[in-house]
């Protein structure tokens, strides 16, 4: 039988060596060593497998890591353009921000057409392998086709490659940049405006044109790659591919394109009015409520809370009514609901660009002006 401090585990001579180094340095308040503090390589792969996942995967996202912080370091989302002014007119305003970007957007009209072409290709691909079936003996095929085999697997396997780069000039050379690149070039040109553009206008509503302005470029750059230059290309080659079998399947297409164009001419120009007006109107709502929130001191001391609820009540109202008649345009020409949630958020506006008609701030805060009490609650949220 073993004694009565028999029990207790028996601890070899390094490990207690170990623990009186580990109470000495706590006791004279030295530092641990950095390599103490670093974990073991053989315990994490260890703690991986009992979790039944390999050590394969681990480097295969470390090498995905790298391939995307490539494409992510392309671009910096703080550098300035050589003209540090930006440009009055949407057209200009576009191209101001994408000149920046050339390289990517180059890369992705060539991925997105190479796409285009191999997706309309596909059934004429099946229409060439059926036919061969049909004319050739199942020993002569690659003999007789082989040539004609290997251009199809050569497409085929193209798609999935073309899908991919595109993927990261999309998603790591171009969206996340150039969203932060248009807010930062913004918000370096609107804070330098004077202090009488900031009192003239609501800080909330200055700061929501910024934000918008990112997201609406890169929306619309890519909507239109993915869309519209995307159905170019395959409206393209169809019409080249069933040319060369019987003109007469290119009047279906025919037809399609003057219906396609008479709706765009009847919806474009109200989507594009009526989106304004839903940004303006989102500007003036977001305006107003963060205005309350920054001056919230003076509205407890001062405001009339029905009056100050009447007031967002009024700009939430006049945008939901914009919205309503966007939605009624998208409706009659667009039954797709994620194509109709897209040109709702754009701005034609550029951010730097003084408004036209700024609002009045709140009730409340004119008559606090008045008495002196505001004078100096106002601040940028």
Known sequence: MRGAGSGRRRMSRPAVAA???????????????????????????????RLGVGVRPVRETAMLDRITARFDALYSPTALAENRQPPAGTAAFFRYFLDQFRGALWARFVFVAIGAVADAMMPVFVGWIVGMLATTAPGDLWAEHGGQLMAILAVVLLRPV???????ARNHALTPNLVDLVRWQSHWHVVRQSWTFFQNDFAGRIGTK????????????????DAVWYAVVFLA??????????????????????????????????????SEEVSEARSVMTGRMVDSYANIQTLKTFADDGEEDAYVAEAVTAHVGVFRRLMQVFTLSRPSPRAARRPARSSRSPPGSAPASAPAPPPSCRRARASGAAAGNRRAS
Do not use: C
């Open 19 to 49: 623990g009186l180094r580990h109470d000495r340095r706590v006791a004279t308040g030295s530092p641990r060593p950095v390599a103490a503090s670093l974990p073991n390589p053989d315990t994490k792969r260890l703690r991986v497998r």
């Open 237 to 274: 080659v169809a019409v080249v591919v069933l040319a060369g079998m019987d003109p007469l399947l290119l009047v279906p297409i025919a037809i399609w394109l003057v219906a396609y164009a008479a709706l765009f001419r009847w919806g474009m120009p109200r989507i594009d009015a009526l």
């Open 210 to 225: 910024v934000m918008q302005a990112g997201e609406a470029i890169e929306m619309a750059v890519n909507t239109t790659i």
């Open 162 to 168: 073309s899908f991919f780069a595109d993927q990261l």
